[in-house]
């Protein structure tokens, strides 16, 4: 049986840090990823990781910001999330696929129940 658990949300100011992770139990996958969805929003790509090549995508929204990486020992995928900004206020997902890099959340077949994240200013 598949299960994704986030961890790692939080109450932070502008410009502060977060790194939230996923932890993925009965099997790997070849793409991780990170969506967030804010309130009347919709569901929108944050970045995504090959499993086995580690090739990483990233929405223009927080490319140089946030960093997502995996840890193969651990199965699991981290999202370090720096200099953040009011508008990354959201309930961020992760979600497990078998298409590569993808940034369509309909190419993901399990997801995280998500863990929030409140960017004050």
């Known amino acids: 049986q598949v299960q994704l658990g986030e961890s790692g949300g939080g109450l932070v100011q502008a410009g502060g840090s977060l790194r939230l992770s996923c932890a993925v139990s009965?099997?790997?996958?070849?793409?991780m990823g990170w969506f967030r969805q804010a309130p009347g929003k919709e569901r929108e790509f944050v970045a995504a990781?090959?499993?086995?090549?580690?090739?990483?995508s990233y929405s223009d929204s927080v490319k140089g910001r946030f960093t997502i990486s995996r840890d193969k020992a651990k199965n699991a995928v981290n999202l370090q999330m720096n200099s953040l900004k009011p508008e990354d206020t959201a309930l961020y997902y992760c979600?497990?696929?078998?298409?590569?890099?993808?940034?369509?959340?309909?190419?993901?077949?399990?997801w995280g129940q998500g863990t929030q994240v409140t960017v004050s200013s």
């Open positions: 009965g099997r790997t996958f070849t793409t």
């Open positions: 979600a497990a696929g078998t298409a590569v890099l993808s940034a369509q959340s309909h190419a993901y077949l399990y």
């Open positions: 990781i090959s499993w086995v090549s580690a090739l990483t």
